[in-house]
């Protein structure tokens, strides 16, 4: 559908019409439409708009990505849809790979985002040649399969947008996490290293200015403490709204 401009709404419902898209597309799992409206809810929340906070972790995330020896981006259906641009810049700008890793598994989907990521510029894609594949130890769901040469020799991984155990799982190999998530109270939000409480659309070439400036300074970065500024943001704005007392 075409959003006229003058919408009230009309950057929300055109990320909808982009996920849609990538649904249509085939990139997209019909489960990720789900998944991106909770990710609404909690954008509404948020202000739909970059926060202070989210600021600060996509400075810590731009530090740790750039001081990596071997950085992944690990790309699920819905991340390819919305900014498979952003992640190819990302990979240029902190030198890192890409690799397709999906909830739930479907070869011809994931063919598909490889096209995806090569037509946006990619110039190799992980996670797509069976005989490379690893296994994640203590993790039963289909993203315990990783890449010999991505997500299982990197020592910072970027898995934006995910959805629970496999955060844990990368933590206990001894990898540093960073992760996209509108959610602060999600399972890979509490558990990851970094967690940017934004919109991918908007943090992630956020994210991508940070490590063109090539600033590798520490900031002093607690995960705990910036979760609990994330979530003292979203009550401020619903009192801001007069949503609550
Ligand atoms: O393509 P696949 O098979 O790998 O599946 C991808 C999805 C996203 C469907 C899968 O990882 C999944 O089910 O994720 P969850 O458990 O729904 O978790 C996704 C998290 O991302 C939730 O906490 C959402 O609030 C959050 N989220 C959704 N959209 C966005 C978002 N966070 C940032 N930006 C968004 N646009």
Not at 166 to 190: C, H, W, Y
Request: proline share 3%.
């Amino acid at each position: 559908m075409n959003i006229p401009k003058s919408h009230p709404r009309f950057v929300s419902l055109s990320i909808r019409e982009k996920i849609v898209k990538g649904y249509n597309d085939g990139l997209v799992a019909k489960e990720g439409l789900l998944a991106h409206g909770r990710g609404e809810a909690f954008d509404y929340l948020v202000g739909e708009k970059t926060t202070k906070v989210a600021r600060y972790a996509i400075k810590a995330a731009a530090a740790k990505l750039l001081s990596a020896e071997n950085p992944v981006i690990s790309v699920n259906g819905n991340v390819a849809a919305l900014c498979p641009k952003e992640i190819v810049q990302l990979a240029k700008a902190a030198n890192a790979k890409i690799e397709v890793n999906l909830f739930y598994h479907d070869e011809s989907r994931k063919k598909k985002i490889e096209k995806s990521l090569k037509k946006a510029g990619a110039k190799q894609v992980l996670g797509m040649n069976p005989r490379s594949y690893r296994k994640i130890g203590g993790l039963d769901s289909p993203r315990r399969i990783i890449d010999k040469d991505g997500i299982f020799v990197a020592d910072v991984v970027l898995v934006p947008l995910e959805d629970g155990d496999r955060t844990e799982a990368l933590k206990k190999m001894g990898k540093d996490v960073i992760t996209f998530d509108l959610n602060p109270l999600s399972r890979t939000a509490q558990m990851a290293d970094i967690t940017i409480v934004d919109n991918v659309i908007r943090g992630m070439r956020l994210l991508v200015s940070a490590c063109k400036k090539s600033k590798t300074a520490k900031n002093n970065f607690n995960n705990k403490k910036s979760l609990s500024s994330a979530i003292s943001e979203i009550k401020n704005n619903l009192k801001r709204r007069g949503s609550l007392a």
